[in-house]
């Protein structure tokens, strides 16, 4: 049987994805009207995931609360979180949930075939059937409610959504990044926040987020992805026996609509809230945001990612150089935000001032207007198509399965042309395509076209205010006084009766037989197949090789490691300074900015470090060895090579600047060192996002001697941990420097052995 034999479901398109390792097929259900898109591949994470497309009307948060409810119990599976019981007998390899500006998604990976069905099981039942309607307490629990605990005591709001946008809020990024797309977008959803503005999020009533639900929440307007090894045929039968054949096809009108193109740029000033410590000099943010066609043209979705590494990200990129040249802001970044149906490209300037405005946007202006009379630097435009292709190829996104990112990319023009979802899986072709107008003048172009003369942008400026938070906390407390005193006592009894009860439903425990519901794996359930291991062990002029034959997309890794253990005790952490300057300093042939260039014009990058191995059959020994790790398509091997020799036997050490001369360089604001150190923060900013990926902290503090730099470090962090982690996972992770400074790691040691002497 092949899917061409489902008589519930009508076969729309089949696509090669031969890029991708895959076949793609979209479907619709004919009953219910549910769009249904297959990628089917030997990968065997599994990745399943429905969507809605959710656009608010205001910022009462309504979407984002939704998605909280939803999961908190359904019609098979009643129990307060069903999947803090599911995780329990899961193995799981992505169990989440994420509102967006338009729509809202519900994923699951698994590469357990037995687990796969029962997450798919429960998100489904969570979505159609949920709780919500039974009564209002998991609205006042994840929105917002009033809490009152006794009839003279203080009445505040309450609610997890409501709790987590107040941090949000608090965030200058966060308050740019919306004010940055509300300025774009005056006429259109984009116009309120999705997530939830606290201003406003109390305006919701339990009848209008029931009612968003019962308009949503339907097969008609919902987007079901099925990507991996299984059995295709098998999953679609279930979809529509168990759920979909229960629906009408009903008309929802989710429909995202363009924004009509300004006639001038728009001017937005807001603030953001600083301590009355912190100075308001050097504290803003200033930002210049145009408008890019839609996100459903392949060709430019890919270009200004290219142009935002050309012009903002490559070392010595000419208008970072030229803002930061000026004396605007003390760290300048670029940003393509391709993930709404109009994309946005922006160039941002922290730590600047206001006074600063006019400056700040001749600078961009003239700079960009001589760059497209004379031309941009060749070598960063293929440096930055080969950067992204790499990316492609390599479908690397740390602890995220690659078929969730692939799917979450569909969206971004599934979403607004139900003809259109495979546009960005086709890629290869746009990227030769672009390799192809590097001599032509076609960025110089896009530069004019949809940047200089382009009315459709606007000038976000985020500028600090000291005490703010406490203001506007003084200012809701006042006015929840005078709503409290304008209550009857037997309103008062009355929030304080409701207050008591949700307290009481928060600390009850689900029923056993409820809990009994939830599906969990069996022993019987797990394999006891262990993964191939292709490693063959070879001897080349006497130095060990280990061969690897697997599938790479084209793609060859290199990894060389030297022994450490001749390398004297006290010389060692001079191993990790010397792995964070090669590459990126000058070698023979090579200045650091040349080098930076060609080894990413031709390959997806050079990196060193210092590991560490253990031994299996010893839980004492292990071996600390210095690597150097690169890769390249097959065709540009040997210039790999030739790199790497370049950068381990000709790089300049005799001239190499320790690490606090660097950082007082960084310090004197030395463009270089800057650079240096930004380099190492996006390395740092890497790992960083895998360890925010899987605890997802509140807090994030670089401490040690690198942190004497500041923003300089932080900044590249953070850029680097929304470049590898999924958005509203990194919103939730704030990323500061220790006040501690280099001196962090001594006092700790310090308050750990205090804390041991009392104890003993």
């Not at 009152?148 to 200058?172: Q, R």
């Not at 930002?287 to 430019?300: A, I, Q, R, W």
Request: charged letters at 25%.
């Amino acid at each position: 049987m092949s899917i061409y034999d489902l008589t519930a479901y009508e076969v729309l398109q089949q696509e090669d994805l031969s890029d991708l390792k895959s076949k793609g097929t979209l479907l619709k259900h004919k009953k219910s009207g549910a769009r249904v898109l297959l990628m089917e591949n030997d990968d065997e994470n599994k990745v399943f995931t429905i969507g809605f497309r959710t656009p608010p009307s205001d910022s009462t948060g309504v979407p984002h609360i939704m998605e909280h409810s939803v999961l908190c119990g359904s019609r098979e599976f009643p129990v307060k979180d069903p999947f803090v019981e599911l995780v329990k007998g899961s193995l799981n390899t992505f169990l989440n949930a994420m509102t967006y500006p338009d729509k809202t998604v519900y994923p699951v990976a698994s590469c357990n075939d037995k687990d796969f069905q029962n997450l798919m099981h429960v998100y489904m039942d969570a979505v159609f059937y949920p709780d919500i309607y039974k009564q209002d307490k998991t609205f006042r629990q994840e929105g917002w409610s009033y809490k009152l605990d006794d009839p003279d005591g203080e009445l505040t709001i309450s609610g997890v959504v409501y709790n987590e946008m107040k941090g949000a809020y608090s965030s200058p990024e966060g308050v740019l990044d919306r004010e940055i797309q509300s300025s774009l977008f005056t006429d259109t959803t984009y116009a309120v926040d999705s997530g939830g503005d606290p201003e406003v999020i109390p305006q919701l009533t339990y009848e209008q987020f029931l009612d968003f639900h019962r308009k949503y929440y339907h097969p008609s307007n919902s987007y079901i992805y099925l990507y991996g090894d299984m059995d295709m045929e098998e999953k679609l039968r279930w979809l529509d026996e168990k759920y979909l054949s229960h629906f009408e096809n009903e008309p929802v009108d989710s429909e995202i609509h363009l924004q009509k193109p300004f006639t001038e740029m728009r001017e937005v000033v807001q603030n953001y809230s600083i301590t009355s410590e912190e100075s308001e000099e050097d504290n803003t943010y200033l930002s210049y945001n145009k408008v890019v066609g839609t996100s459903l043209d392949e060709k430019l979705y890919l270009a200004f990612e290219i142009l935002d590494y050309a012009l903002l990200s490559a070392p010595g990129a000419p208008l970072k150089k030229a803002l930061i040249d000026a004396g605007i802001g003390k760290d300048v970044s670029g940003s393509f935000d391709s993930g709404i149906y109009q994309p946005v490209f922006s160039i941002v300037a922290k730590n600047a001032n206001v006074e600063q405005k006019e400056a700040f946007i001749s600078t961009i202006e003239d700079t960009l207007r001589k760059i497209a009379e004379e031309g941009i630097d060749k070598k960063a435009l293929r440096a930055g198509i080969n950067y992204h292709e790499f990316r492609f190829r390599e479908a690397d996104f740390g602890s995220y399965p690659r078929g969730l990112m692939y799917g979450l990319q569909l969206f971004d023009s599934w979403l607004y042309d139900e003809e259109k979802p495979f546009i960005h899986m086709k890629a290869i072709p746009t990227f030769e395509f672009l390799k192809e107008q590097v001599e032509t003048g076609y960025f110089e172009e896009l530069i004019r076209e949809y940047i200089l003369d382009n009315p459709h942008g606007s000038i976000v400026i985020i500028r600090p205010e000291q005490g703010m938070t406490a203001r506007m906390d003084k200012e809701l407390a006042d006015r929840l006084q005078a709503y409290k005193e304008g209550l009857s006592a037997e309103e008062i009894a009355a929030l304080v009766k409701a207050t008591k009860e949700l307290e009481a439903y928060q600390e009850e425990e689900s029923a056993p037989e409820d809990l009994a519901k939830i599906p969990v794996l069996g022993r019987e359930d797990i394999s006891r197949e262990i993964a191939p291991i292709y490693n063959e062990e070879r001897q080349t002029d006497g130095v060990k090789l280990l061969y690897h034959d697997v599938e790479t997309n084209g793609i060859g890794y290199v990894t060389a490691l030297f022994d450490l253990s001749e390398i004297e005790e006290e010389l060692l952490p001079y191993a990790g300074i010397l792995q964070s300057v090669l590459g990126i300093i000058d070698t023979e042939h090579y200045g650091y900015g040349e080098l930076f260039n060609e080894i990413n014009a031709s390959t997806g990058g050079i990196n060193c470090g210092v590991e560490v191995f253990d031994r299996a059959d010893s839980t004492d020994a292990f071996q600390a060895m210095f690597s150097v790790r690169g890769k390249a398509l097959y065709p540009k091997l040997d210039f790999l090579f030739e790199m790497v020799e370049e950068i381990l036997n000709t790089s300049k050490l005799d001239d190499t600047k320790r690490l606090y001369e660097i950082i007082a360089a960084v310090n004197k604001e030395d463009l270089l060192c800057i650079e240096i150190v930004e380099e190492i923060g996006q390395k740092l900013g890497k790992q960083i996002a895998g360890l925010i990926n899987i605890f997802n902290p509140e807090l994030v503090i670089i401490g040690g001697t690198l942190s004497l730099t500041g923003d300089y470090i932080t900044q590249p962090i953070k850029t680097a941990v929304r470049k590898y982690s999924l958005n509203l996972v990194n919103k939730d992770s704030a990323i500061i420097t220790s006040k501690l400074k280099d001196k962090a790691g001594i006092v700790g040691a310090c308050m750990l052995a205090r804390s041991r002497m009392f104890e003993s």
